[in-house]
Structure formats: C-alpha cells, structure tokens
C-alpha cells in the first residue's frame, strides 16, 4: 500500500514540475513582451497629445458643434467599446474590465438608456453570451495591437456617431500608469470632452476610474501649456473637427489598445509567478508526504525483517528442544 502511493506521489511530482517549467518559461515572456509593450505606449502618446492639442485650440473660440463637443446631458443611444484579451491565464484582468462594462450598461439601462457594444477580445464574448448581452461588434486581440485593430474597432462606432445615430460612445479599458500601478477606466470617447484650464482631454480626471482592488482613482489635472499668438484654420472649424475627430477617436483607441496590451502582459507575468511559487510549495509539500510514506514502508519492511527472524529463531529453537528430547529418550532405552 505505502510502495503504491510513494509511486503515486512520485508521478504527481514530476506532473507538478512540468507544470512549473511551464508557468516558468510565461512569465519570462510577459516580463519581455511588458518591457516592448512600455516602449511602444511611449511611442505613440506625442502623436495623441498633439491631435489633442489641435482639437482643443480648434474648439476653443466655441463655434464647434455641439454634437461633437462635449458632455450629453441624457444620451439615449449610447455605444460601449470593452477592451480585454484572447487569452486567460492573466488573473482579474479581464474579469475587472468586463464587470465594469457590465455594471455600466446596466446603470445606464435603468435611466432607459438603449445600448450597443463592441469588445476585442474573445474573453468578451463569452462573458456576455453567458449573461444574455447580445455583441454587436467583437474583434480578435493580438499581444501586440496595430493601428488597424484600432481602426476596425472605430468603424463600427464613429461613423454611426458622425450620422447621429449613437449620442455618446464610452470606452472601458486598463490604464497602463507604471509597471505597479493599472487602473480600470470607464472614460467617454465621443464627442469630444470640452477643454478647460486644467489642459486637454487626456489630461483632465475622468469620469470613472476602479483600481483592481475595486477603488476609484483619479487622475490629478496636470497644467496646460500657455499657447499665445493667433490660429487661423483652413478648412473652416466645423469641416476640421469633422476630419479630425476620427482620426482622434482612432488614435485614442490605439492608445487604449496598447495599454490594455501593456497590461495584460503584467497580469500574466504576476499570476505566471504566482503560479510558479504555489508550485514550488506544493512540490516542496509533496516531497515530504512522500518520504513519510517511504519512511512509513521503510519501517514496516523492517519489522517485517525482524518479526520473521524471531518466528525463525523460535522455530529453530523448538526443533533444536525436540531434538535433544529425542536423544535423551534414546540413551534411556
């Protein structure tokens, strides 16, 4: 019994470390691919603050049209774009955008609100299949997101926003703020947030921002550059916020996408590393239940030794005592 459940014990083992190698060997690739992912969000915020830049000043003599600019006082139609991963093995990651989704539709449904959404990644789709949303758009999510994954998901909302028939698109994704600090964020994409003192859109706090924990968090107002001199603007106001305000709504959610890429790859590297050292207990745990068992059959082979050399030394006693009885009846005789 002991010698079967030490191979047992055995067999787990050696199933546990091929486990840990594996686990191993991912976390080092989402520690390297979150060192590229870094680089290349660094890359592309000078464009995104630039076009917000050109916005603001575009809107800031206030002849803008109000449909593109600012904050609905009650949209009806709104659109939701919920980023996530084609993959699991990232802890909450995804589990944390896609409640937040959730939780905001149905805020939204209670004050009558009509809802569309779009999501990338396929954790999405079975996240809301199983709770009986319906997802009108979904794209797939790579590790490293291109400009044409923002640009698809911007097709299914923006021209429906330019047309009129959606009143306000929000966008639910991770913050990548520093490789110890993600955030969850529910920000409004379109219209365009008016600009203010504090700087612009990008800058200014959010509307909702949940940590992992469940907290909110708030971006602190970061100071606008004073920008003097006089703009003129060709084509006309109207006719640039209608060109650039695509392009804006592409290039945020290209920023969004490597965000979201950036964190997902420190999720995975924190649950890899975690899983590796919930292996290395469990090994470490396994070891000594089964040099107990083995220390258990070690033991009961040896009393086995020492029970069968008593029953030997009784025996040959006892037939040693018969003899010499026989002998003794002999020399009487």
Do not use: W
Not at 26 to 43: F, K, T, Y
Not at 80 to 98: E, K, M, P, T
Not at 164 to 193: H, N
């Amino acid at each position: 019994m002991a010698g079967g459940q030490e191979r047992l014990l055995r067999r787990r083992i050696r199933t546990v470390e091929s486990t840990k190698k594996i686990t191993r060997a991912m976390e080092l690739i989402a520690a390297s691919q979150m060192v590229r992912a870094q680089g290349r969000i660094a890359g592309s915020r000078p464009y995104v603050r630039g076009i917000e830049r050109v916005l603001a000043d575009v809107v800031a003599d206030g002849t803008a049209p109000e449909r593109l600019v600012g904050s609905p006082e009650s949209p009806e139609r709104v659109a939701v774009v919920a980023i996530v991963s084609d993959r699991g093995l990232c802890g909450g990651y995804n589990a944390f955008v896609l409640r937040a989704a959730d939780r905001v539709m149905r805020t939204g449904e209670q004050a009558g609100r009509s809802y569309e959404l779009t999501t990338a990644g396929k954790k999405a789709i079975g996240y809301f299949r199983f709770r009986g949303r319906r997802v009108d758009h979904s794209i797939t999510m790579s590790d490293r997101p291109t400009y044409e994954h923002a640009r698809a998901i911007a097709a299914t909302v923006v021209p429906q926003f330019v047309a009129g028939e959606l009143d306000l698109v929000q966008l639910v994704s991770t913050r990548f703020m520093s490789a110890g600090t993600q955030t969850v964020e529910v920000r409004q994409l379109l219209p365009l947030e008016l600009p203010d003192e504090s700087g612009p859109p990008s800058r200014r706090p959010r509307a909702a921002a949940t940590s992992e924990g469940g907290a909110e968090v708030h971006e602190e107002p970061a100071g606008r550059e004073k920008r003097e001199g006089f703009f003129e603007y060709e084509p006309l106001p109207e006719e640039l916020l209608a060109l650039l305000v695509p392009r804006y709504a592409e290039a945020a959610l290209y920023q969004a996408l490597l965000e979201a890429s950036a964190s997902e790859h420190v999720a995975r590297q924190r649950a890899m590393a975690a899983a590796t050292d919930n292996a290395d207990e469990l090994i470490k745990n396994l070891r000594r239940v089964m040099n107990r068992a083995r220390q258990d059959a070690i033991t009961t082979e040896i009393m086995e030794i020492v029970g069968g050399a008593e029953a030997l030394r009784q025996a040959a006693g006892t037939e040693i005592a018969a003899m010499q009885e026989d002998y003794e009846v002999e020399e009487t005789a």
